[in-house]
């Protein structure tokens, strides 16, 4: 979820009339699987050509620390790799434990095997 926007005036989007003042929740998630605007949303598809999406916003409010976000998980994911090379998923995809929260979409906990280890660098 985005952070809550209130329309200072009535706005009509998507059919439905908006008056001033109301709570308007944005799910940046429902927008990023679109159907319509991606093939295929549901899958995670690494070599997508399109690789536009909304998880660090849009416009005017667009993430202030997306440099240092990309740059965090860049780093991240690349040492978890290179030191774990053999890491794969301990259970199944649809047994994943998902925390319930209406603003977020996050595990409590992923549970990994490692076939292979290197701890240099
Ligand atoms: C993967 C990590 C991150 C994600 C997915 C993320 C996502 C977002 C999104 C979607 C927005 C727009 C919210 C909206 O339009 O209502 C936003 C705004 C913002 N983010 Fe991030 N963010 C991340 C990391 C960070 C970091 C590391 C910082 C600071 C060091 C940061 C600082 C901010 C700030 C200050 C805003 C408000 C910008 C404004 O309203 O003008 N974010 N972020």
């Given at each position: 979820?985005?952070?809550?926007?209130?329309?200072?005036?009535?706005?009509?989007?998507?059919?439905?009339?908006?008056?001033?003042?109301?709570?308007?929740?944005?799910?940046?998630?429902?927008?990023?699987?679109?159907?319509?605007?991606?093939?295929?949303?549901?899958?995670?598809?690494?070599?997508?050509?399109?690789?536009?999406?909304?998880?660090?916003?849009?416009?005017?409010?667009?993430?202030?620390?997306?440099?240092?976000?990309?740059?965090?998980?860049?780093?991240?994911?690349?040492?978890?790799?290179?030191?774990?090379?053999?890491?794969?998923?301990?259970?199944?995809?649809?047994?994943?434990?998902?925390?319930?929260?209406?603003?977020?979409?996050?595990?409590?906990?992923?549970?990994?095997?490692?076939?292979?280890?290197s701890y240099i660098g």
């Amino acid at each position: 979820m985005a952070i809550r926007r209130f329309p200072v005036e009535r706005i009509e989007m998507g059919g439905t009339s908006i008056p001033p003042g109301e709570t308007v929740m944005l799910c940046l998630a429902s927008a990023n699987r679109d159907p319509d605007r991606y093939p295929d949303p549901d899958q995670f598809d690494i070599f997508r050509q399109d690789k536009t999406h909304l998880s660090l916003g849009q416009g005017l409010h667009y993430c202030l620390g997306a440099s240092l976000a990309r740059m965090e998980i860049e780093t991240a994911l690349a040492t978890l790799l290179r030191r774990f090379p053999g890491l794969g998923l301990a259970t199944r995809v649809e047994e994943l434990p998902w925390r319930t929260s209406v603003r977020s979409r996050a595990l409590k906990a992923l549970l990994v095997t490692n076939s292979q280890s290197s701890y240099i660098g």
